[in-house]
């Protein structure tokens, strides 16, 4: 169940506190070191949907890069192509912070530019894929809690015993005629 704490604050207004759920979930270089933080509500099972607005809007977002002579750390030499750079990133952190419902994309891509080059992708794939795993590992393990939580109440539930259906079912047969005459 969530917790609800109130807190009052020095001029005396009140603050609620509740557990909506956000999981912090750090994500780390194969080093060990830090890249940055995530917050997923994985009980906000429409941030499937979310992911999948994302994944679609994600070739659109990039097309005007195509054209460009993007350098390895995601960068351009010419002006030009470095404000349409800027347009797309704006785009595409639009879209992370629709994904998250917060705004998260800032955080993300604070150490390395998203569309900076590891592996011959950009850096924004790669870390928009694991996202996606980490989603849909927890929003699985989240369904699990509630599908055992669920089952938990229906098996509580007094068993009701099933209603028998006769050949006679609709027709009133204890109606009363007054007087004995039909009606």
């Not at 809007?57 to 390895?72: F, G, H, T, Y």
């Not at 790669?126 to 590992?137: A, Q, R, V, W, Y």
């Not at 599908?147 to 209603?163: F, G, H, S, V």
């Amino acid at each position: 169940m969530a917790e609800l704490s109130k807190i009052v604050n020095i001029d005396g207004s009140i603050k609620g506190v509740v557990d909506d759920g956000t999981r912090a979930i750090p994500i780390e270089n194969k080093f060990g070191k830090p890249i940055c933080t995530i917050y997923v509500r994985p009980g906000d099972f429409s941030i499937i949907d979310r992911y999948n607005d994302v994944i679609r809007a994600l070739p659109d977002i990039v097309e005007p890069l195509k054209q460009l002579s993007i350098e390895n750390d995601g960068t351009a030499k010419l002006d030009d192509e470095w404000k349409v750079i800027k347009q797309v990133e704006v785009e595409l952190y639009k879209q992370i912070n629709y994904l998250f419902d917060m705004e998260e994309a800032e955080k993300i891509f604070e150490k390395r530019n998203p569309f900076s080059s590891v592996n011959g992708v950009f850096f924004c794939e790669t870390i928009i894929s694991l996202i996606g795993d980490i989603i849909s590992e927890n929003v699985v393990k989240e369904a699990e809690k509630v599908q055992i939580r669920t089952e938990k109440y229906l098996d509580d539930l007094p068993q009701q015993p099933t209603a028998e259906v006769t050949d006679n079912a609709g027709t009133i047969t204890n109606f009363p005629t007054g007087g004995g005459e039909a009606i």
